[in-house]
């Protein structure tokens, strides 16, 4: 709270940032961890948008935390343990959401969803019950590693969404670096369960001006994706994949908090290599964040 701390600044710059003695206010603050998900209370009258919006569908938490340990991803380090909601709880927010709501499609959300135990029950259940049918089920953050043909068989007997992997780095070298411990051999088994239980759209995202990265390591985004694009091939006539590229931003509490990051100029530079190696390639497109925007 602003009003509770003293601002010292010299020449523009913020010097400290110090609690107000009158207050009583403790000098650090001490992270409070939810224990058991089951007994907090989560909101059942979530409120509908009266216009179209990006995720206009049911959300539902299952699980928090993440065991994997990405070198750059804060909220991977600051939500430890893993704490996964009950599989009958999980059931029930959903029938009694989309009752309420009037959804037909929900999202079942955490930093990994498909780690979570025993997902391919969780979603058959969801889409079964005579009350929640028929409705699509998304997983917003799926590991590659833990995405099974029996995952994508269960998801797609209702409307196919779109499914987004995280490969993160284009080569196994540099992936070994982020801790993103996910091989080429990976990545190709997670989309071919996806291709071949019907979905023609893929999405991968990727990370640039990660902690050691080379060209190769950047070209090697738009080598994955072309691989992705052959597996694609064997199933449907005209696969598509959608490439995401955002720029590595340092983040507090990760081991690469001090590294340093990209210039605008260097993030611009390896953008229009990955667009000129990318626009060669049918049924591939490539998509970046604002590098301006990353640096700021």
Known sequence: VPSLYETTFSKGRLVSILPKVEKNITNEIEKRTISDLEAWPYPKNQLVPLTEVVHDRL??????????????????????????RPREQIVSM????????GYDEVSLTSLSSADFSGIENVISEVMTQDSCSPVSVSLPSLRVDAFTVDTASQMQQARRTGLTFAPEAGTWRLRQVINKLISDDDLFAAV??????????????????????TDEDTLGIVDLAEKTLEIGRKHHKSPSVTVSVGGFVPKPYTPFQWFGQNTEQELLRKIYLLRDAAKKIRGLKLKWHDSRATVV
């Open 192 to 213: 071919e369960s996806a291709y071949s239980q019907g979905w023609r759209r893929v999405k991968l995202y990727f990370l640039i001006g990660l902690p050691t990265e």
């Open 94 to 101: 959903v029938e009694k959401g989309l009752k309420r709501t």
């Open 59 to 84: 959300n539902v938490e299952i699980f928090r935390g993440c065991t994997r340990g990405c070198r750059f991803c804060q909220a991977g380090m600051i939500t430890r343990p893993v704490r996964e």
